[in-house]
Nanobody, 122 residues
Framework: VQLQAFGGGLVQAGGSLRLSCVMS????????MGWFRQAPGREREFVAA???????????YYADSVKGRFTISRDNAKNTVYLQMNNLKPEDTAVYYC?????????????WGQGTQVTVSS
């Protein structure tokens, strides 16, 4: 599995960004896709996830810190998962990573993209 994330940048507080992550090498629709982030000096943390849809409709999950502000979505035809980030706050500043996991698996995500920097200025 190869993952390529892009779309990060510098934005003022209250602004918006949309991250994209393209997956290649496997059947995208059968993979759970996640977004994680890591701020300087902090551990990587979960942001949002979209489950695969082989056997049932895809579900989405969010960290409490981003609920109501971030939206994860996926386009299976384009092998792409998105993270729409609205009302950004300085504490959202981090490197954002996309990750993939076969929908039949549980636990940690084994496949990771290279990360894209998001910086929110106050």
């Amino acid at each position: 599995v190869q993952l390529q994330a892009f779309g990060g940048g510098l934005v003022q507080a209250g602004g918006s960004l949309r991250l994209s992550c393209v997956m290649s090498g496997r059947t995208f629709s059968s993979y759970d896709m996640g977004w994680f982030r890591q701020a300087p000096g902090r551990e990587r943390e979960f942001v949002a996830a979209s489950t695969g849809s082989t056997w049932s409709a895809s579900s989405t999950y969010y960290a409490d810190s981003v609920k109501g502000r971030f939206t994860i979505s996926r386009d299976n035809a384009k092998n792409t998962v998105y993270l729409q980030m609205n009302n950004l706050k300085p504490e959202d500043t981090a490197v954002y990573y996309c990750a993939a996991r076969n929908e039949r698996s549980i636990g940690s995500y084994p496949d990771w993209g290279q990360g894209t920097q998001v910086t929110v200025s106050s």
